[in-house]
Each structure stands twice: as C-alpha cells, then as structure tokens.
C-alpha cells in the first residue's frame, strides 16, 4: 500500500513537474527579481555593481514625482488609460458586431471573414507592423495619404502617427492594436452564439422580430457571460501587451510620449531608451500590482472556480 | 450552427449583411494584399500609383542573395535568420505541447490535493501575460549567461525559446485540460484495468485520442513563436527575420520593397497554416473556454 | 479464477451516499447480477471491485487478500464496458493485445493468447480491422476478447448488452453465459433489466439506493421477494402492491372488504396496515370467488393484448390492478367480474418497513 501510494505520487510530479518549474523559473522568480530589482539602483544592467544596493523606495518616488512633473511621463500615462479604453471599445464592440453579423449570413462567407479578421492576430508582429507602417507612412506611399490626396481631403501628406498630438498618435495605436483583439472578441462571441439552441431564434422568427430585435432580446442577453469574459481578458491583455506599439514607436511612426502605453514605458526604460532597470522595475511591479488586482477581480466575476469538473475515479 | 434559421431569413438579407461584413474587413485586405503586391514591384504599390510599377522578381532575388540595397555591399545572411526563425518557432511549440499535455492531463483526470490552485493560478497567469515580468526574466539571464560567446548563443537560444514558451504555458494547460476532460473516462479505466500506468495511459492511449488537440497546440506554440519580437530581440544573440525587419526599416539604406518581400516570406507559414487549420486554431484563440 | 467479500462497503461522493454499508459474498465461479434501476449504486459497486473507486469505509477481499487499496493493474480483473471503450486508434489486434503487451509478453505469447481467444469469441476475421470498421455486437465481442486476454481472476459487466439492439441482445446474453460457465470465471454483471438479470445470473443481488435489498437465486427473487422494491422491480409486468387494512379478522383495500385467510392470519396479526402482492399471472378473473383464494370485485379497465397472453388492467376504485391471462379469454371493458388469487401465491409486506412478513 506505501509502496502504491507513492508510485501515485512519483507519477503526478512526472506529470506537473514540467508546468510548475516553467511557473517558477519564468513567473515566479522573475516577479521576486522584478520587485527586488524596483528597491535597487540597477542601470545598464551591471548586476555586479548596482543590484546588491538598496535603496528603498526611491525609484518609486522617482517615477510618482515623474508622472506629476514630468510632460513625457504624464503622457505615458494618459496614453495608458486612453489606450486601454479604446482599444477594449473596439475590440468588444467590434468583436461583437462582426460576431453578430457572421452569425446572419451564410457559412462561406462566415468562415472567409473570420479568415481574414484571424489575420491580423495571427501574423509575426514584424510583418503586421510593417503593413501598417505603410498604410500610415507620412510620406505620400502612405496609403491612407494618397487616399486622402486623390479624395482631396489634404493637400499634403500628413504624418498621421505624429501629428494632431496627442490624437494622432492614439488613432494610430488604437486602430493597429484595435484590429488584432477583434479576432478574440469574434471568435469567442460567435462560437457562444452558435451554441444557442436554433429554437429560439426561429420562435423568434415566427413571431416576426427583426434581426435587431433578434440580437437584442435573443443573442445578446445569452452571451452576457462571455461578453464579460471577452471584456475583461482583454482589458488584461491590453494593459500588459507592447509588441505592437513597441515597433510603431521604435519605427517612429507614432510619437513616443503619447504612442507609449505603460507596459510599453517599462520595457523601454529597460531595454531601450535610458537602461534605467530600477525604475523600469519600479513601473513594472506597479503594473503587476494593478494587473493581478484586475485578474483576481476577474476570476471571481467570472466565477471560474466554479466552472471547474471535478476528475472521477479513486485511481 | 444556426442551420435551422437558414429557411426563415431573407436572402436580400444576407446578402446585405455580407456586404458590411467585407466592406468592414477591406482595410486589412488592402493593407495585406499591398504588402504581399509591393514585393513583386519594383517600388511601393502602397499608394495605388501604378503608373511607374513594374511587376518583378528582383526583390525575392536580392533578398535570397542576402542583399538589403541594390548596390552597396552589405549582406545578410536571409537563410539563417529562416533558419533561427524557426528553431525559435519548433522549440517554443514542443516546450509548450510538451507541459500543457502533461500537465493539462494532470489537472484534467487525476485528483490530488492543490489541484483547484493549480488551475487557478494557471488561469491567473492566462489572464495576466508573463511579459510584464521581462525585466526579471532578464536579469535571471543576465545571471545565468555563459560568459564564452559561442556558450552564449547557443544558451541564448534555449532561453529565449523557454522563456517565451513560458508565456504560452498557462493557455496551453488550460486548453489541454480541456481538451481531456472530453475523453471518455470508460477508455481510461479500461487501459489502467488493463494494466497500464498512468503516464503509460497517457502515452498510449491519450495522447492519440486527442490528436487534434496536440496539433492544434503545436501549430498554435509554433505561430506564437514564430511571430514573436520582443522576447527574440531582447534574449536571442543571433537574428530572426523579425529583428531582420525591425531594424533595416530603420536604415536609411533600406530597399523597401525588398523588406515587402522579406516580410512576405515571413508571412507564408502563417497562411499556410492557417489555412489548413482554421478550425482547431479557432479553438485555440478562443482561449479554450467552454460554458 | 477467485471468490469476492465485501465486507461493510459505504462510498460517498462529497455528500452523497452512493453505498450504504454492503455485504456481499461472491463465490468461486459463480456468476451474480448486479440488479438495481439507475442511479442505485450498482455501477459504483462493480467500480470498487475493479479498483477505479476506493470505499470511504470497509473492506473487499478477492480469495481472502485484502485489495482494498491495491490499483486496478494489481487486481487482475477484466472489465467490460455498457461502450465497450475500445481504443479507437488501435486495431482488434492491438486492442485485444494491449493487456498482453503492458506486461511485456512476448510476441509469439501474445499472437497465440489473442488468436485463442479471438477463436473462441469467433472474431479472427476482425483482427485486422478498426473498431469503428465493426458493428455493435461486433465490438462487443472485441471488448469481451480484451477482457479475457489476460486470463483474469474476475470478470467485470457494466450493462454490456444496452448499446445493442433488443434481437442481438438475446441471442448475446446466451452466449456469455455459456462463456462464463465454460470458462468458470468468477463474474459480476451489472443491469437494470429484471428480465436479463433472471435469465443470466446465478445468484441476483438487487440494489437500490445504494442499499442491498435482497440477494438471491433468480427463483427466490422472482417468487419470493423479500422486499417490496424487489417485487416492484422485477418481473414484467412487475408484481402488484396493494395496500390493505387490516382491523384483527377482515383486510379492506379500498372500500372493498374480505375476510383475511386463516392461513396468513398469524403473519398479519397486530398490524393495522399491510400491503398485500401478487405476480400478475398468479391472478384470476372469474364470475365468482374459488376456494383457497381470496377474491374481491373489480372492474374491467384496459385490456392489452401481447399475443400469446393478453394484459388485463383491472380497477380497485383508484387502485389499479394487471392480471396476465391467456388471449383465449374474453374480457370487456368495464365488465365487473372476481380477481382472485389463491392464499399460496399471496406476498405479505410490512407497510412501514417494506419488508416481507415472515413466510410459511
């Protein structure tokens, strides 16, 4: 029976090990240096000579006295919040509308639209930003200049991402990241609404609604749970996601106070700009610190703890 | 499927509804299909002036020949950097294939203590992408690198594809449980009646049941490696076609429609496995929830 | 080939008693049904034997050893499943080989052991197929095959003929006894159909609500149900249950009032209720009372005909009443006429406990 029981045990290491050292290795250990590195005056990365000081809270004060004095970072964060609440605006509205209108036409072109929505989420993040470096090139190859010049709406070409500051450079970051969470938002939506029972829709029917009528009192009120799983994944998502505004600001097609959303700012106080590793630790464990409030906020309105199956068998 | 409302709803209709639903998608067809045209020109097509375009092949040639400018004699290697592109792509979807089956078996069929935490965490981690961790994962690098350079690249290559294979972790469990928790739970007894093992039921018997789950994981690991930037120019010493791309839009030197092509090429694995797969990778980038 | 006590068995999910407290005693070779409807516990039992289910409380004992805690792979049993769970990505071959290959049996072992029995199950031909390639009856056979492989000590049923229809169902059921009878392999079979379980077993143990009501031969099951679940349950149509007052000489069901027999007056005395059964071809329709029988007025309700025999539901007031009888009589609608039932064939039950009062 000893014996048994743990050869049970040997097994499930074998099975969770691989899981759990990838967690601590690659979330767990980082989070302790990241916070550890936040109370540290590391730059230029030299672990040898700055990670070992301490200094308390500084770098926090530092970033704090930034955000109230500094324009560049006060930017930054009214970038943030004008950022994530847009784009999560697009992204479920969007996601919802396409889902919505996938669900009343036929499958080919159901399953062609969702092909060519997928695309922008699924495509190297190079080659996406590279399309839409051309499409808002300020130069008159920019696609949407040329547009614009043979419509007559400009007479010259304008350098969308950088001018109209601070609206332009948001557009910009909005439209390009907008695109890319739509496919979530359709996928998801579409795929709860294909799991409502057809009866009601033809009840419905029978009873003359119009297709308005039919998303408003019949499909959207039975994909409220997702709606919400929709919104607040991507409210997550969009909060610590950079890869696409990091090249459209490092390509210098936006303007980089106001095309730098947080998450973007500490990578580049790291990895870019100033090397300042303290204070991009400072930023960023303030950035987990709101995150991980917001992904526990999340699990507990979604209520996932719930949806959870419990395995059978004694074995 | 709404199959059963097909006979109730108006044809003129539909027809309307598939008009916006391509109306609404022209942007990203024509910002694609410009890109995919301008490496086939002679200069940008990305302002529809095709007044001085001549269709060729030249940009794909140069590119192949591992030249960025016309003249000039810089070279770059095209071929290696395919070639990094995809080790980085392979390794990040065998990591996360590997511990999202193990571990989504784990969570999906076996009962012991802390199994509910588990999951939760993993789901907390879905919902909270590793990526903001980056500057502790780097300095962990930082404390691990090889100090030879040759030890380097071939370290910086199994960090960057673990690390970023990290990110993907979390999802991958949850969808690979999920993906088990539909077995038949008569086939797994009948195995450990039989006389197998759990990892041997695992091997044997699982694992080829969910077939279409382990393939959709591979594919999503590969793409997910593939298209990555951040984590492969931070960690990786050696070039990718996406750090290729970053920087040589930055040099003034830069031919663009030989970038075009580059990012072309860049582009076909994704189409091609998009196409062959749309369906599982449906499921994938729903996140795996089922309610 | 091994002899199964349960000793004390109590399984609970959370807070759901599945199994409340079994005994049970399985002899060598013997082959014993698991009777009960869904939902009674009967599958968990059959689980707990194979080892997927542990006991919350007791202990299970194959030829004396204690495997309570021993894991399915160390017990030696095979298990048939109500789907068969063959592995769809195996061929016959592999599926019935798969036991044998999992303890590293050689390759000419394994060929023989699987050709042996696919000959005796008349499944040769198949080896080479898928098993969605093959028909319900088919697979079975293929189940059964993998079960037996490995020449096990028990061998598990889990309702193995539901998923096949009602004619292969018959002629299967046959078969698996003779199996069993010639392979003296101590089986336990697990069904909610009463006629499969007569027909099949050595002993029937019927179960319901995870309680074990009454344990025996198919015989004392059927006449003389210790229980009145057991009567309920068994039997096609099943026995019927009247509740009748008793005021010390004379029993009243309904308003209809009869003297109670002397015969049966030393079970009922001192009770005020009882119910009173009957196995509906043990009933009688007739213009007038006959002797040795207790006879009491009824109205003609429904008459179903089944072909050889016919259903006749009669009226007590409210209570209804189905008698089985030749096709040759002739029963009208709302004729009132006897029913009797001779004083032998009457079963006693307690009211409160259920419970049969003691016979003969």
């Known amino acids: ?315 | 499927m709404s199959l059963g409302d097909v006979e109730v709803r108006s044809k003129s209709r539909q027809i309307f509804y598939s008009i916006i639903l391509i109306a609404l998608s022209v942007p990203v067809i024509v910002a694609f299909s410009m890109l995919v045209l301008s490496s086939f020109a002679n200069q940008m097509v990305t302002n529809f002036d095709f007044s001085k375009v001549r269709f060729t092949f030249k940009n794909w040639q140069l590119l192949f020949q591992g030249r960025i400018a016309i003249t000039g004699g810089l070279r770059e290697n095209i071929f290696l950097y395919l070639i990094n592109t995809a080790i980085v792509a392979f390794g990040v979807a065998i990591v996360t294939t590997l511990v999202g089956t193990l571990s989504g078996y784990a969570i999906s069929r076996i009962r012991f203590r802390g199994r509910r935490f588990v999951l939760l965490m993993m789901l907390m981690l879905h919902a909270l992408p590793g990526s903001i961790l980056i500057v502790g994962v780097y300095f962990l690098y930082r404390l691990w690198m090889p100090t030879s350079l040759n030890a380097l690249r071939y370290f910086s290559f199994f960090y960057v594809i673990v690390a970023r294979a990290a990110l993907e972790v979390p999802l991958s469990v949850w969808l690979m449980k999920g993906f088990f928790d539909l077995l038949p739970w008569e086939v797994e007894w009948s195995a450990l009646v039989d006389g197998a093992s759990r990892l041997k039921t695992w091997a044997k018997i699982m694992m080829p049941l969910i077939k279409p789950g382990v393939v959709a994981i591979l594919i999503f690991g590969f793409l997910a490696g593939w298209q990555d930037i951040i984590y492969v120019r931070t960690f990786l010493i050696d070039k990718t076609l996406a750090t290729f791309i970053e920087s040589n839009l930055e040099s003034e030197m830069a031919y663009m429609p030989l970038l075009a092509a580059a990012a072309t090429l860049y582009l076909l694995p994704t189409i091609f496995f998009y196409i062959s797969s749309q369906k599982l990778l449906f499921k994938v980038y729903a996140g795996g929830i089922r309610r | 080939m091994a002899s199964i006590v349960l000793e004390n068995i109590t399984k609970k999910f959370g807070k759901v008693t599945a199994l409340d407290g079994v005994n049970l005693q399985i002899d060598d070779g013997e082959f014993i049904v698991l009777l009960g409807p869904s939902g009674s516990g009967k599958t968990t039992l059959m689980y707990l034997i194979a080892g997927i289910y542990r006991p919350t409380s007791g202990r299970i004992l194959f030829d004396g050893r204690d495997v309570t805690n021993l894991p399915p792979k160390e017990r030696n049993v095979g298990l048939v499943f109500q789907n068969w769970a063959l592995y769809p990505h195996m061929k016959v071959f592999d599926n019935i080989a798969f036991p044998l290959t999992l303890k590293k049996a050689d390759k000419n072992t394994i060929q023989q052991r699987v050709h042996e029995v696919a000959n005796m199950l008349r499944i040769e031909a198949l080896l080479d197929r898928y098993p969605w390639q093959l028909s319900g009856g088919q697979q079975q056979r293929v189940a059964i095959a993998r079960a037996l492989v490995k020449q096990p000590q028990i061998l598990l049923f889990d309702e193995p003929l539901s998923n096949l229809d009602a004619l292969l169902r018959i002629g299967v059921r046959t078969e698996l006894k003779r199996l069993q009878k010639d392979l003296k392999i101590t089986s336990v079979y697990v069904t909610h159909d009463q006629a499969e379980a007569l027909a099949i077993a050595d002993r029937i143990a019927v179960i319901n609500n995870g309680k074990l009501i009454q344990v025996g031969t198919p015989n004392e099951i059927y006449y003389n149900p210790r229980h009145t679940f057991v009567a309920g349950f068994v039997g096609n149509p099943p026995a019927n249950l009247l509740n009748a007052e008793f005021d010390g000489t004379r029993l009243t069901i309904e308003t209809k009032t009869f003297q109670a027999p002397a015969e049966l007056l030393q079970r009922i005395s001192g009770r005020r209720r009882i119910v009173l059964g009957f196995r509906p071809e043990k009933g009688s329709l007739l213009d007038h009372i006959t002797e040795n029988a207790v006879g009491i007025e009824v109205q003609v309700y429904e008459v179903e005909s089944m072909g050889r025999e016919q259903i006749v539901t009669v009226s007590i007031e409210q209570t209804m009443v189905k008698v089985l009888r030749p096709s040759e009589e002739k029963f009208q609608v709302g004729q009132r006429l006897f029913l009797c039932v001779d004083i032998k064939d009457l079963m006693l039950f307690d009211f409160d406990t259920n419970e049969a009062l003691d016979v003969r």
């Not at chain 1, 301490?54 to 955000?67: R, S």
């Open chain 1, 1 to 315: 029976m000893i014996r048994e029981r743990s050869s049970r045990k040997w097994e499930l290491w074998a099975f969770l090990a691989p899981a759990l050292v990838v967690v601590v290795i690659f979330y767990v250990v980082p989070l302790i240096l990241t916070v550890y590195t936040s109370f540290t005056p590391l730059r230029n990365w030299n672990i040898q000579r700055y990670a070992t000081r301490l200094i308390g809270f500084y770098n926090y004060q530092k970033l704090f006295h930034a955000i109230a004095n500094d324009p560049s970072v006060r930017a930054v964060f009214l970038t943030t919040a004008v950022f994530v609440g847009c784009t999560l605006l697009v992204n479920v509205l969007g996601g919802l509308i396409l889902a919505l209108l996938t669900f009343f036409v036929d499958r080919k072109t159901n399953s062609i639209a969702s092909t060519i929505w997928l695309l922008p989420r699924m495509s190297p993040i190079a080659v996406y930003g590279l399309v839409w470096y051309y499409f808002f090139h300020g130069s008159g190859v920019g696609t949407l200049n040329s547009l614009f010049l043979r419509l007559g709406f400009i007479d010259k070409p304008i350098a969308w991402g950088q001018a109209f500051i601070p609206y332009g450079p948001w557009s910009v970051i909005i439209f390009v990241n907008g695109l890319v969470g739509v496919s979530f938002g359709m996928i998801v939506l579409s795929s709860a609404i294909k799991s409502i029972p057809g009866e009601f829709v033809i009840a419905a029917r029978v009873d003359g609604a119009t297709d308005w009528q039919i998303c408003r009192r019949v499909l959207i009120p039975q994909i409220k749970w997702h709606i919400m799983y929709v919104t607040t994944w991507q409210l997550l998502s969009l909060l610590t996601s950079y890869a696409h505004t990091y090249l459209l600001v490092s390509w210098r097609l936006v303007n980089k106070s106001y095309g730098t959303p947080w998450a973007l700012y500490v990578y580049d106080l790291a990895f870019t700009g100033v090397f300042d590793q303290g204070l991009a630790a400072a930023a960023g464990t303030l950035l987990v610190l709101v995150g991980g409030l917001l992904g526990l906020i999340t699990l507990r309105i979604l209520g996932f703890g719930r949806l959870m199956t419990e395995p059978r068998g004694d074995i």
